[in-house]
């Protein structure tokens, strides 16, 4: 998860990775990566992030830690191979801001997922 120094890029990150986040972002990478080996064989995929966020968090060193959304792009392509039918991931974010934050993240990162990206609020 930890990529470089927040220096290198041109986009904005959260203040703080804090821990219940780092272990999310693991939990989450674990079972990502399995659910997709195994359904992505035979189904189509749609993955939702409901809270897309900026897309990065930084420690107290400026290391840099990928959000959600693109742990979960690079687990797809990371499994194309596997994926017989397709896949996408929808972004949903209430911050325009961060959007154009997530946006900037995926170029920098050279993720090939095309996202889908809703400036709107999750929960209404």
């Not at 930890?2 to 674990?30: C, G, W």
């Not at 191979?81 to 974010?93: P, S, V």
């Not at 959007?99 to 920098?108: A, C, D, G, Q, R």
């Amino acid at each position: 998860m930890l990529k470089s120094k927040l220096e290198k890029f041109n986009f904005k990150a959260y203040p703080k990775y804090e821990r219940q986040t780092m272990i999310k972002h693991k939990v989450l990478s674990d079972y990502f990566d399995k659910w997709v080996k195994i359904i992505g064989k035979n189904h189509t995929l749609t993955c939702v992030d409901g809270f897309g966020g900026k897309g990065v968090y930084k420690d107290k060193n400026e290391n840099i830690y990928f959000g959600s959304p693109i742990l979960i792009a690079e687990i797809l392509e990371n499994n194309k191979h596997i994926i017989k039918k397709g896949a996408k991931l929808i972004i949903i974010e209430k911050e325009y801001e961060n959007i154009e934050n997530l946006k900037k993240v995926f170029i920098k990162n050279n993720l090939k997922i095309n996202p889908i990206y809703l400036n709107k609020d999750f929960i209404s």
